[in-house]
Structure formats: C-alpha cells, structure tokens
C-alpha cells in the first residue's frame, strides 16, 4: 500500500484491493468509510488566541448556543471571553468557583464543537447548558450519580451559593469537559 501524510479533516473512505496470486484467489473488501476530525483545543489556547475566538463566534452568529456565557456583542467577546477563562479556578473548592470552571470548559467545548471537532461531547454539553441555565431557564438534571436543579449563569464576577448535589454535577460535568478539551475524549 502507499503511504499517506496526515489528512485533513473530512470524510474518507477506503477499499483494499487484493489481486491474488497461485495460492489465493484476488478479491475486493467493501468501502469502509472513516473520518478525520480536527483536534480539541484548552480553555488556554482560545483565551490566548482571541483573534480566532472572535472570528469563530462572530462566524456563527446567531447559532451560538454558549452566547449567555458571554454577552455577544462586538465590542465586548474579547472582554467576556477572558472574563470566563480568567476566573475559572478549577483547582480551588468553592461554589463559585465550581459554576466558573464549569463555565469556562463548557465555553471552550462550544468554541472546539464550533470549529468542528467531534461532536461525541455533544449530550455532556447538552447537559452543563442545562445545569447553567441556558436562556434563563433553570433545569434539573441527574449526572454522576446525582440529581439537581441547575442554577443561571450570570457571569464570572457573581457568587453562586450550591448545595452539595449542585456542587457535586458541577464539578463532574467540568472534569468530563476538561478531558474533551484536553484531546482526551
């Protein structure tokens, strides 16, 4: 077989071909179809990348779900999106810092689902839109074992007092995000 370099994103397909020789007779396999995805990129890179951020949500306007994690205006994306990723402490324990973790992976899996990487995170994300009160409504939902009612993300300045429950799917829901993120999905 010849050797291929890297493929771009997109769909492909094969077919192994065997001409066959004295022992074996030749023979055709079916076409198996593949794709190729574009890699996910960390909360990191689209806070330091902010030119590409910019274009990708201005790109997709008005079909970006995560725009109540920012406020979507022209003159604010570059502000609210290092607002987001500023204030996620995913290390540190509060209830605020919970929400703001949560936030800024779930703004980062929208912004690698936006520029067209696997969407196989799409349900978690479903889910941590729901928990954060997508369109100011607020939702219960069961994850990790656990069920609650979500709370309405108003930014990352803002305390957010959550039960255990609460605090439990939030923390879940950030660490299954995280690993997407992270090329680990």
């Known amino acids: 077989s010849n050797t291929e370099s890297s493929l771009a994103a997109g769909s492909y397909s094969f077919q192994a071909v065997y001409s066959g ?23 990191g890179y689209w806070k330091n990348h902010l030119t590409q951020t910019e274009k990708l949500i201005a790109a997709n306007e008005p079909f970006y779900v995560g ?3 920012i406020s979507g205006s022209a003159t604010t994306i570059e502000s609210d999106v290092t607002a987001v990723f500023s204030n996620m402490n995913c290390g540190k324990a509060s209830s605020e ?37 997508a369109g100011g409504v607020i939702s219960t939902i069961s994850y990790a074992g656990v069920t609650a ?12 007092d959550l039960s255990s429950s609460q605090r439990t799917i939030a923390v879940a829901l950030a660490g299954a995000l995280s690993s997407y993120n992270s090329g680990g999905l």
């Open 67 to 69: 725009d109540f994690l």
């Open 149 to 160: 009612q979500g709370v309405v993300y108003t930014g990352p300045y803002l305390s957010y």
């Open 97 to 133: 810092n919970a929400v703001g973790c949560l936030a800024g992976q779930l703004l980062a899996a929208e912004l690698n689902l936006l520029n067209g990487a696997s969407t196989a995170i799409q349900p978690t994300v479903s889910l941590a839109n729901q928990f954060l009160g």
């Open 21 to 43: 020789d004295s022992n074996y007779a030749g023979n055709t396999s079916t076409c198996e179809p593949f794709s190729v995805g574009i890699g996910t990129l960390t909360p």
